[in-house]
């Protein structure tokens, strides 16, 4: 699979703009903040829409290309189902079909039993998606999951 896009597969074409509050990376789990602008989302296992940063593709950028801060930033609310090539945390080695929640930096990390208490009913909307591939690698990588 080409990672050359972060949409992998998108049922409803749910995007909107909003201005960064700082550097954001296609990819990124992503917040809206009370003034208006989005920013990563900053709250390590906390709920979360998923919401997620676009590549520029109407400015001619990829998947590489940052915004900074003040660029309108193409954000998608992906529905249940659809696939999304999100930025997994560094050092973080997932499997098909672990759930995976906030990492606090628009990233992702493993959702784990025991550390996140499956009664803890304050968080009802912290898992973000299932990873649809393996990865174990030292630096952040874009991994495949499906938004749940």
């Not at 080409?2 to 998108?10: N, Q, W, Y």
Request: aromatic share 6%.
């Amino acid at each position: 699979m080409s990672k050359r896009t972060v949409k992998l597969k998108r049922y409803l074409k749910i995007v909107n703009e909003y201005e960064a509050d700082g550097t954001i990376t296609p990819g990124d789990l992503l917040e809206l903040k009370d003034n208006g602008k989005v920013q990563r989302h900053s709250e390590q296992d906390k709920n979360a829409l998923p919401m997620f940063a676009l590549e520029d593709e109407l400015q001619g950028k990829s998947i590489g290309n940052d915004y900074s801060a003040e660029d309108p930033v193409q954000c998608w609310i992906p529905t249940r189902g659809d696939e999304v090539y999100a930025r997994l945390k560094a050092n973080e080695e997932v499997v098909i079909g672990d759930f995976l929640v906030s990492n606090g930096d628009g990233t992702l990390r493993k959702h784990r039993e025991g550390v996140h208490s499956a009664t803890d009913d304050r968080y009802p909307l912290k898992i973000v998606g299932q990873a649809l591939e393996a990865v174990n690698e030292t630096s952040v990588e874009r991994i495949a999951i499906r938004v749940v």
